[in-house]
């Protein structure tokens, strides 16, 4: 951790980086995750189909991923932007998708018989009974695109894992686990916030 | 807060849900009519729910004709339908992340009711249901007890003052007391509104203490339809005697006023020493007196005692009503 305290501006350019990385991803993901999560919710079997094909995104090997990537899109941020956005994906839409089929028959039946259409059901009674488990699958996503981000230095998007990666090339262990604490730090926090953010709107 | 029901008129409805191998709904036609309080009664699987959310639109009869107040439904688009109907529901169904004030506001929201129109009208609609509004326009649903939870289900499905009020198995959740005192503060409601109310219920006793008119129910078709007493006196069907238990005499009993049965008095002060009942208790009541032991019971009405029952009024007045 004595990088740190030598180049305490270097660090914080990096972390600044993998920060915004990781909250560029999440809101983008989370703007394709929340209308696709509702179609899964509400498509059985289309809904089926959507979540197979990020299922398969998500297994694969995350640095396979930025390799097939770099031939369309070249090296830097918006690869590890998109990479990490396909990642995400599978997190967000399947929490979307569980929270809004928890909510239960009931509730939907009772908001549909006041006369409420589907849309006003929709964004009136599902989705914020749906939230607590919504904010549990950005948590997850948080928490693994942080990870994920540290990756983003071996095409050159910048962020923590660029002390890491140089640390390991070139023999500097202070500057590799500066990094990786670093990291780490930054994953416990936003789980922690989030975690509480989430018992918050939890009611019922 | 304004009165009335409207009439409701079904007439050969037919439902078959997609993949049934048989109709839900088998040629269903009632008229019912404006400020009734209408139970549907039969089992299980008979075809109740179905009839009910055909009438508010969350089911769409393959045939058959749904007409509110005189005019067709089907020309009326679903959701402005829907804002003009109560509808409880036995889960409740009350929205769990909204307070008590929340909830019966949405269909007054919905229709843009302006807020200070829609806090007196909720403050109001807590007081018919006999909940303090300081006490629990802010609470959540699960701070509330089940009773409480079907109060405010009632509260919120009249709302915006529909004038038709439908109702599946509301009281289906809570236990015995709480649901007698449902019921009763239901019937009040009822006289004090006129809504024309359509009630859902499998329960007998439920169905016979609060219903205007019964329609009985099986296997989507309607088998029988009229007042408590008509259907226990004469059961159209030995299914519908079956269902109701008809032969059961204390049943019947229970839907005779003491006060109807009653015979003047023989003479002035002639009561001392016998037990009492209110005119408008039932015969049940007046019965279970006769046999703890007397030979005749006083029948008050207010204050002064208006008439004597014994066991061969008792018998007369249920031979009288077969
Ligand atoms: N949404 C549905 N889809 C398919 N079948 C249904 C549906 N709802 C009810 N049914 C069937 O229709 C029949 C009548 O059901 P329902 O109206 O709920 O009866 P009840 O309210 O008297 O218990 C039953 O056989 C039931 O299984
Ligand atoms: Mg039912």
Sequence with gaps: MTYLFAHPFAVLQRLGEHVELTVLALVAASAIALPLGIFVAKNERAGRLVLGVLNTVYTLPSLAVFALLIP?????????LVALVAYAQMILVRNVAAGLRGVPRATVDAA?????????SLWRVELPQALPVIIGGIRIATVTLIALASLAAWINAGGLGVLILYGLQHDDPGRAVTGS???AALAIGADTALRRLERRVRTG | MIAGGVPVRLEEIHVRYPGA??????GVSLS??????????GPSGCGKSTLLRTINGLVAPQSGRILID?????????EQLRRGIGYVIQAVGLFPHMSVAQNIAVVPELIGWDAAKIRTRTDALLELVRLDPTRYRDRLPRQLSGGEQQR?????ALAAEPRLLLMDEPFGAVDAIVRLALQDELRRIHEALGTTMLFVTHDVDEALRIADQIVVMRAGQVVQYGSPLHVLARPATPYVAELLDAADSVRRLQLLRSGDAMRPLPSAGAAAGWPHVDAAHTLREALSRLLDGADCVAVDRGDTVAGVLTFDDVRRALAAAA
Excluded: S
Aim: proline share 4%.
């Design chain 2, 32 to 41: 019912i009519e404006g400020g009734a309080l209408v139970v549907l009664l």
């Design chain 1, 181 to 183: 604490v670093l990291a």
């Design chain 2, 152 to 156: 405010v289900g009632v509260a919120r």
């Design chain 1, 72 to 80: 369309v899109l070249g090296i830097g941020t918006l690869t590890a």
């Design chain 2, 70 to 78: 005189g005019r067709e439904i089907t020309g009326v688009a679903p």
């Design chain 1, 112 to 120: 549909r018989g006041l006369g409420m259409t589907p849309a006003q």
């Design chain 2, 21 to 26: 191998d048989r109709a839900a709904i088998d």
